[in-house]
């Protein structure tokens, strides 16, 4: 057998092959997502019946159709809201790509590996977990909670639209997110 390509070895470096170009066009849809929630207001879910709210690319908010003026320190405060929910936006985006870079390959080898278990199905959920769970993404969760708090100090109204608590933060730091 040595020396020989089995029908199986070849039809997973031809699946491998095939997806290559399907793992480029992800990446680069994923990094175009990136940079279009930069580029357009950042939508907050309130409860039901609440209408959505909308943070501008310069920290000014909007709540269904309409405008809600702030001072400079709520703008400050709704702006750095905004950055830090982007960051926890673009560590999962990052993440997201690089798992994608890497998980399809991984995912055939183990597939090869294990020989018809669930073994590849098994990586590819570890590595989601670890994705998730990552200090970068943890840290960034607790920056956006930190600026939640800050926000809705300056802007009470919103209240209803914030999500992140600080059990959230603990669940990510203790693997249970």
Known sequence: MQGRVTPRVLGMMLVALSLTGCMSNA??????????????????????GEPVAHIGT?????????????????RAATLAYREA??????????????????????????????????????????????????????DALATMRQKQGAMVAEVPRLLAYTHVKAADIEDCRGGRR
């Open 27 to 48: 990446r680069r849809e994923i990094e175009a997502d990136r940079v279009k929630a930069h580029a357009e207001p950042l939508d907050l879910n309130g409860p039901k």
């Open 58 to 74: 310069d920290g000014s908010l909007v709540v269904g159709d309409q405008a809600v003026a702030l001072d400079a320190a709520q």
């Open 85 to 138: 929910a982007l960051k926890v936006v673009d560590v999962s985006m990052i993440g997201a790509e690089k798992y994608v870079r890497t998980a399809v390959p991984r995912f055939l080898f183990d597939s090869m590996l294990h020989m018809g278990t669930d073994g590849g199905a098994r990586s590819m959920d570890k590595g989601v977990g670890k994705m998730v769970r990552s200090p970068r993404f943890c």
